[in-house]
């Protein structure tokens, strides 16, 4: 399976400010996605990071607050932007890769809007 | 509204016991079902994955068993094991990849 790192770990971030996330993958994939995943909760979809394109984005999320970039088939960016306490939750990239097309997840980017 | 229902909520089990998690699903579209277990402050792990054209598939002790017809699916942890505590969630997707995930299910196996 592949590996995969997200940065920052974890962030506490002040209302009205934006942060990006990294994801990096260990090899190729062709298909990425971002989630979020609040406190206590199931995971939710935000949006598929496509390579050299645009999002799509899921009913609910939008681009002017979650900006996604997809430079190549390794890497990718979820802006979360003019944040709100609202926005506290983990969020998490993951990747369709192997043998059999498994999805798996990265180890998450806790963040916290004060 | 949530496309895969999931039960129970949470459960408690002896070491040794058995554990059953549900999980059932309307869009016949689906046609990968995965589980994950979470640890906390962890990311989701793949644990086991079934599609519609078998019933059941076994890995090490945990077991998907798929009812194609009553649109259910359940995990079956055998012999569990303290470690075994976590956070399980079903998932369903249909060939776009695009994972629909069920509430979860918080495991306690109690030593």
């Known amino acids: 399976s592949a590996v995969i790192s997200q940065k920052p770990s974890r962030d506490i971030c002040q209302r009205g400010t934006s942060l990006t996330i990294q994801c990096q993958v260990d090899?190729?994939?062709?298909?990425m996605f971002w989630y979020r995943q609040q406190p206590g909760q199931s995971l939710t979809l935000i949006a598929t990071a496509n390579q050299g394109s645009e999002a799509t984005y899921e009913s609910g999320f939008v681009i002017d607050k979650f900006p996604i970039s997809r430079p190549n088939l390794t890497f990718s960016t979820l802006t979360v932007s003019n944040m709100s306490p609202e926005d506290s939750s983990i969020y998490l990239c993951s990747v369709v890769s192997g043998r059999l097309d498994e999805q798996y997840f990265g180890p998450g980017t806790r963040l916290t809007v004060t | 509204q949530q496309q895969v229902k999931q039960s129970p909520q949470s459960l408690i089990v002896q070491k040794g016991g058995i554990s059953i998690i549900n999980c059932a699903y309307e869009n016949t579209a689906f046609d990968y079902f995965p589980w994950y277990q979470q640890f906390p402050g962890k990311g989701p792990a793949l644990l086991i994955a079934?599609?519609?054209?078998?019933s059941e598939k076994k890995e090490g002790r945990f077991t998907i068993s798929f009812n194609k017809s009553a649109k259910q699916f359940s995990l079956h942890i055998m012999d569990s094991q303290p470690g075994d505590s976590a956070t399980y969630f079903c998932?369903?997707?249909?060939?776009?990849?695009?994972?629909?995930f069920g509430a979860g299910t918080t495991v306690t196996v109690r030593a």
């Open positions: 998932a369903a997707s249909i060939n776009d990849y695009k994972l629909s």
């Open positions: 090899s190729q994939v062709t298909m």
């Open positions: 079934i599609r519609p054209d078998v």
